[in-house]
């Protein structure tokens, strides 16, 4: 059996790093036998400052589904087609978007210094800032602002690519068209309803609708409908979220009784 866990607002909050109580859960998991991976709208540069060292060497699934990376090594990137990157630049130009592009390690950003992407962009200085020009296979395009953001849109929408709406940060975050979490876990080989799903936003529907067992964080109009279960975010939500990955790791352990 497999848990699968998107990070921020799921098991890392307000951009620290996954607290003690839920990491212990996590090596408890392992310890059962149950692979664990993080599956995450950030790259993997931005993941690793958030997940303890003892787990690098994990699976992790980043830039929703466009990067993977297993015992510590990428092994997979999928980027735009170079028309459909030009298509993007053509649109950042028209509508005076300012933006957040990755390929698998650098970025260019030329979005506002207040922006409250940039907690969590390269915390652990992995990476290099540079020119759109000088990024190797883009893999993730976010949209910080423009001067028409509902058009940047609907443009996109003629594009060969995927869009995801972050309507509580007002950003568009796209992605090369078939790429999302769950295409990820598919080049893995994981099949449907092997594994458990733990998340929080639009970005997590692909891997819930496949899950075996889903528990959504908090809540979110559109993931909402995929979810088996929920844990709110009250109280000592992190103490509820650890509970809760103990109660299911001893209903799929492969090691129990």
């Not at 999928?78 to 298509?87: D, H, K, M, P």
């Not at 053509?90 to 509508?95: E, G, M, N, P």
Request: with cysteine.
């Amino acid at each position: 059996m497999k848990f699968v866990f998107d990070l921020d607002g799921t098991i890392c909050f307000k951009g620290q790093p996954i607290s003690n109580k839920i990491l212990y859960a996590l090596s408890e998991l392992n310890n059962s036998r149950i692979e664990v991976i993080f599956a995450s709208a950030r790259p993997i540069r931005d993941m690793l400052p958030v997940i303890d060292k003892e787990f690098h060497h994990y699976t992790m699934i980043g830039g929703n589904g466009s990067l993977i990376s297993k015992d510590g090594e990428m092994i997979k990137s999928n980027s735009f087609a170079t028309n459909e990157l030009n298509e993007i630049k053509k649109l950042i130009v028209q509508y005076n978007a300012t933006y957040l592009i990755d390929d698998k390690w650098n970025y260019a950003y030329t979005g506002p210094d207040t922006h409250p992407i940039l907690q969590n962009l390269d915390p652990g200085k992995l990476a290099k800032k540079v020119d759109l020009e000088s990024l190797n296979s883009v893999v993730k395009v976010l949209i910080l602002t423009s001067n028409n953001m509902d058009e940047f849109a609907e443009k996109l929408s003629d594009l060969d690519v995927y869009v995801n709406k972050h309507s509580n940060e007002g950003v568009l975050d796209i992605s090369p068209m078939g790429i999302n979490k769950w295409s990820a876990l598919k080049f893995l080989g994981i099949k449907e309803n092997s594994y458990i799903a733990f998340g929080n936003d639009a970005n997590d529907i692909s891997m819930f609708k496949n899950a075996l067992h889903t528990v959504m964080i908090g809540y979110h109009e559109q993931l909402a409908p995929y979810a088996k279960e929920a844990v709110s975010l009250h109280k000592d939500y992190e103490h509820e979220i650890a509970n809760k990955i103990r109660e299911l790791s001893k209903i799929y352990s492969p090691v129990r009784g």
